[in-house]
């Protein structure tokens, strides 16, 4: 399979999407208008917990312009027996699209309202009487974990190996992996490390706030227009919280300013179907940045301690990690994925780690680039450079020295095919940026990544036009440069250009089912079924030939986007090209169209190894990153250009996210930096020039080789750039973010 | 959106009646702070008074012994100006902090002072230049010293009615030379968590005869430090009188802990970027 020379993977074509998306043609989630068309606004809660007492929105009614007010008594009522998706739990979603007993977190949303503007809505949103209770509320792990804490769900009862609590609590999940004997493990080693950390929630800080725009008709279907990541999901979900039969939704996805896994999810969906229903008019929705920040998102807080063992020669022995990650409002931390990432880069005989999924009142977490994995990385990493300082190794030669390769088994059970991990060391090592000179009050860090990518449920569609040309569609918006990946991949098969391929993302009626654009899962599984389906073109096109030439099939090869005689077959007759073929298909046997459908059971995991140089500035605490190299094993880069974007963007918010973004929150629960201005994401020159070193070690799974690229990379970096820090100023921060008043604070030992 | 009366009038004494017969009307400049505060929700103007159209109220001049700066002078005028860059360097580098690119086609010096964030860019560095703004009444015009032109956060000393006009800055003497440094967690588009500005005169054997220090978002308004100045003056700016300078500049700060950053962070640094802008500008003084 790695024998195949390719002709267009690997190329770098222009994006078939990029003209729109350059000169503002493209319509993201708020750009759509309908006649008649309502725009609504969302009620929000100001307490961070309370029971709801009573809702009167009648007053809202009597405000001018204003046509329909729902709140969450209007939806049915979601059970915990009732449908379990796989998209989490239907009944949690259900409340936090729109609370119905209780607010869990200030921003949750308790009522909505459609009105002829935008004024008029939120005049009548304003006019809404709603009674709380309020109740404590609960904001971090340690008070959520406490014996006397304030209990979020009355029915929260913790799953998972004993011992677990078995009164409901806040702790909604335990994990627990382990391997060999741990006491033996630390009593076997020369060095014990042992630290804790944690890490403040974090937004995925998409640029493009949640939107949606849904029409209701008479005979009640549905359609929804909306930014997301995955149309099927939004249509299961919806069909779920409304209790509208999910074949009356149809779901059109536009293009999409960012996601990174945040718009995996509802939240707007299912009220401006209901505003819609009872106006009988189309009804706009669109987040403000504030709502985005207080309401959707973010990623867990977390709380990781490690321990970790090595012998003198650098084998690492044992490693005990304990995590809590705050899932927010309701379950469903990534504390989970968090497990199964934190040490599955090496191999240690002794293993245990144990993972708390905790319920705290603030916002539902959802899913951002490889969830979880960070968060533990963070520990490890540092853990592990630790580790390579006291035995005064290299801390790429300590790396290399325990690194995972083929053959091994990860602790969440699958032994590991061909994997890229040790040549992304390597390649690490090699780069220029590794041996650079450094200044004073510099210092480099090093930084390794897991992510095991997911593969899921995807189906193509191929459709050859007359003249030759081809278009792909699939139900994946395209979130990171997919639409180029799937013309490459379908161009490669025929053997034409890519520039004849046209990509589309379908909708919910035009598409076959297909798993969200997520999990870095497009370019492999999507990519499968599309290149199943070019492929069975190709047969067509041969049949076509046969036909045409009078031959059977194995007479008529396929080469260069052409047919010719097979070896051995009468070779009296012109090749034909494509364009020959497609022109005929009237008289060969009418359209010539293609689908496949894959549901791949696994991944091929990503591994990456980062750089950073930063400079510490010892008076104001504040770091400069001066030089950052990703390297990553992409197995086969399709289109390059959009694999070394996700390797930068990765790093780039892995940077952020180290360095100043975090949540602050008040007494009360209330976010205090909902905005980017006070919510720090690094800008543009914040940034050096992200260096990137793809390195190729094929997929045994995937038809090219073909790993998932975009989660890895957000993996070691806030390790990487902490492990940095440390080297310039001999401190440990195992607290993010590594913020100016921070970096002083320890550089002066206060 | 919300529909607000427009007007944009022609002449300092056009505005100065609108604005004195409509006590809610309110200057808009580059509209960089308005605007936000508008769509925030936390300002409802009656009318917008757009001042941009005013002549007086434009462009950068050098006149006889000062630097004359309009009011509604965008950001990037100013620090592009050749000879305001050549004669308060500092002046030119707090206007080049504002916000990005695209902010510094709009943003205003006259909207900087009149905004009255504490942690104005502009203000400490107009503040350590002596800076006065010239501001236009229906009584007619008067001026005000900059350090007493904010009188706490979004507070200015401007009576209803009066309009600013432009500032002036004295043309600087002989081995005069001035300095900005503001800290911000990132390199653009956030909002100083410290600034400092400092001016001075260096005599010919290289000692200080006369300075101004000047800090930012350390107090309800910037303030002016006669301490830190008495620290330089009569010394070679030297590390000992920079050290002096720090610790009086630390020991005057007053912030305040919040999200942008702590107290104890704020005196801290504060001192830190007073001593170094202070050893920017004796150094430029030296090479004058
Ligand atoms: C993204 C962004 C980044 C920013 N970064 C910075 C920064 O780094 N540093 C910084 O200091 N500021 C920053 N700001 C704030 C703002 O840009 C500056 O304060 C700017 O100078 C304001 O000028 P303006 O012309 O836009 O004022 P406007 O918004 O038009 O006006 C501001 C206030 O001043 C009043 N006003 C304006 N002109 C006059 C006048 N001539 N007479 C009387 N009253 C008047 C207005 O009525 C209003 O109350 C930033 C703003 C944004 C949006």
């Known amino acids: ?750 | 959106m919300q529909s607000i009366p427009y007007q944009a009038p022609a002449s300092v004494s056009e505005a100065v009646a609108l604005l004195g017969s409509d006590a809610e009307a309110r200057v808009l400049a580059g509209g960089t702070d308005l605007l936000v505060q508008v769509r925030g929700g936390v300002r409802k103007p009656s009318a917008w008074i757009d001042v941009k159209r005013i002549p007086d109220l434009l462009g950068v001049s050098v006149e006889g012994d000062s630097i004359r700066i309009g009011a509604a002078t965008p950001a990037a005028v100013i620090f592009e100006h050749p000879e305001l860059q050549r004669l308060v360097p500092g002046v030119a580098e707090a206007t080049d902090l504002i916000g990005s690119t695209q902010i510094q086609g709009r943003a205003t010096l006259g909207g900087n002072l009149c905004n009255a964030s504490p942690a104005a860019d502009t203000t400490p560095a107009l503040i350590a230049v002596g800076a006065q703004c010239i501001v236009a009444g229906s009584g007619g015009e008067r001026e005000i010293a900059v350090e007493a032109f904010a009188t706490g956060p979004g507070q200015t000393a401007l009576a209803q009615g009066e309009l600013l006009v432009a500032v002036r800055i004295p043309k600087p003497a002989a081995r005069t030379a001035d300095a900005y440094l503001r800290l911000i967690p990132r390199t653009e588009m956030d909002i100083a968590v410290v600034g400092a500005g400092v001016a001075l005169t260096l005599g010919d054997d290289g000692t200080c005869t006369q300075a101004r220090v000047a800090i930012g978002a350390v107090a309800p308004t910037a303030l002016l430090l006669e301490e830190a100045a008495a620290a330089l003056v009569g010394s070679r700016v030297d590390d000992d009188a920079l050290a002096r300078v720090a610790a009086a500049a630390t020991a005057a700060a007053r912030p305040i802990d919040d999200k942008r950053g702590t107290i104890a962070y704020r005196r801290k640094v504060v001192g830190v970027l007073a001593k170094r802008a202070a050893a920017i500008a004796a150094n430029r003084a030296q090479e004058r």
């Open chain 1, 1 to 750: 399979m790695s024998e195949r020379k390719f002709k267009q993977v690997g190329t770098r074509p222009i994006r078939h999407d990029g003209l729109e998306k350059v000169t503002g043609r493209a319509n993201f989630g708020a750009d759509y208008s309908l006649p008649g068309m309502l725009q609504g606004a969302v009620l929000r809660s100001p307490h961070a917990h309370a029971k709801i007492v009573s809702i009167d929105t009648s007053p809202a009614l009597e405000v001018e312009g204003v046509k329909a007010v729902i709140s969450g008594r209007d939806f049915p009522i979601p059970t915990r027996e009732g449908d379990r998706q796989q998209y989490g739990d239907v009944p949690d979603l259900a409340n936090n699209v729109i609370a119905r007993d209780k607010v869990l977190y200030h921003g949750h949303a308790v009522a909505a309202v459609a009105a002829t503007t935008i004024e008029a809505a939120q005049r009548g949103a304003e006019k809404i009487r709603v009674e709380y209770e309020v109740l404590p509320p609960v904001l971090d792990i340690e008070s959520a974990i406490a014996p006397d804490a304030a209990i979020l769900h009355d029915d929260l009862v913790c799953q998972g190996p004993a011992p677990v609590p078995s009164s409901p609590t806040n702790v909604a999940r335990r994990t627990l992996l382990s391997g060999g004997d741990i006491e033996q493990g630390f009593a076997d080693s020369d060095v014990v490390v042992e630290r804790e950390f944690t890490t403040p929630m974090v937004h995925q800080g998409y640029i493009e706030p949640h939107a949606t725009v849904v029409e209701t008709l008479e005979n009640g279907n549905v359609t929804i227009w909306c930014c997301t990541q995955g149309p099927f999901a939004v249509r299961g979900l919806t069909a779920s919280v409304t209790g509208i039969e999910l074949s009356k939704i149809k779901v059109i996805p536009s293009e999409i300013g960012g996601g990174f896994g945040g718009k995996t999810t509802i939240y707007l969906e299912p009220l401006a179907v209901e505003l819609s229903r009872r106006s009988g008019r189309p009804v706009k929705l669109v987040m403000s940045r504030e709502e985005v920040f207080r309401a959707t998102g973010p990623t867990s807080a977390g709380r990781v301690r490690v321990k970790m063992g090595a012998r003198k020669d650098g084998r690492l022995v044992a490693a005990e990690v304990v995590m809590y990650y705050e899932a927010g409002a309701f379950p469903g931390s990534p504390v989970g994925a968090g497990c199964m990432c934190a040490l599955s880069a090496y191999c240690f005989d002794h293993f245990v780690i144990d993972g708390y999924d905790v319920v705290t009142t603030k916002p539902r977490v959802a899913a951002y680039r490889a969830p979880g994995a960070p968060i533990a990385a963070f520990g490890v990493e540092q853990v592990v450079d630790e580790v390579a300082e006291r035995l005064g190794l290299d801390p790429i030669e300590l790396r290399l020295l325990n690194a995972v390769q083929e053959n091994d088994v990860a602790p969440y059970g699958p032994k590991y095919q061909a994997i890229g991990f040790r040549e992304t060391l390597e390649e690490a090592r090699k780069h220029p940026n590794y041996s650079a000179t450094l200044g004073p009050n510099q210092g480099r860090g090093v930084a390794s990544g897991f992510w095991f990518n997911a593969g899921l449920q995807s189906s193509a569609s191929v459709h050859m036009n007359e003249d030759g040309t081809a278009i792909v569609t699939t139900g994946n918006p395209d979130i990171g440069g997919s639409r180029a990946a799937q013309a490459i991949m379908v161009a490669e098969e025929l053997g034409i250009g890519a520039e004849q391929v046209v990509p589309l993302v379908g909708d919910t009626e035009s598409a076959g089912y297909t798993d969200l654009t997520g999990g870095s899962r497009t370019a492999y599984a999507t990519g499968m079924a599309i290149i199943e389906a070019s492929q069975d073109i190709v047969r067509q096109l041969r049949e076509r030939a046969a036909k045409i030439w009078g031959v059977e099939l194995d007479g008529v090869a396929w080469e260069d986007g052409r047919a010719v005689p097979s070896n051995g077959a009468a070779s009296d007759v012109e090749p034909l090209n494509l364009a020959e073929i497609a022109a005929q298909m009237g008289a060969t046997g009418g359209p010539i169209v293609a689908q496949a459908a894959v549901s791949p059971p696994m991944a091929g995991p990503g591994f990456a190894t980062h750089l950073c140089d930063v400079e510490v500035d010892q008076e104001t605490g504040k770091v400069t990153v001066l030089r950052y190299t990703t390297v990553q094993d992409a197995g086969k880069a399709v289109h390059p250009s959009y694999v070394e974007g996700q390797m930068q963007g990765g790093a780039a918010q892995g940077i952020g996210w180290a360095l100043n973004e975090e949540y602050i929150f008040d007494e009360n629960g209330v976010v205090e930096n909902p905005g980017f201005l006070d919510y720090r994401m690094p800008v543009a020159s914040d940034l050096p020039m992200i260096d990137t070193v793809i390195v190729e070690v094929a997929n045994p799974l995937h038809p090219y080789g073909v790993r998932g690229v975009g989660e890895t990379p957000i993996v070691p970096p806030l390790a990487c750039v902490a492990n940095a820090v440390a080297a310039a100023t001999g401190k440990r921060f195992t607290d993010l973010p590594i913020s100016p008043p921070r970096v002083l604070a320890a550089i002066d030992g206060d």
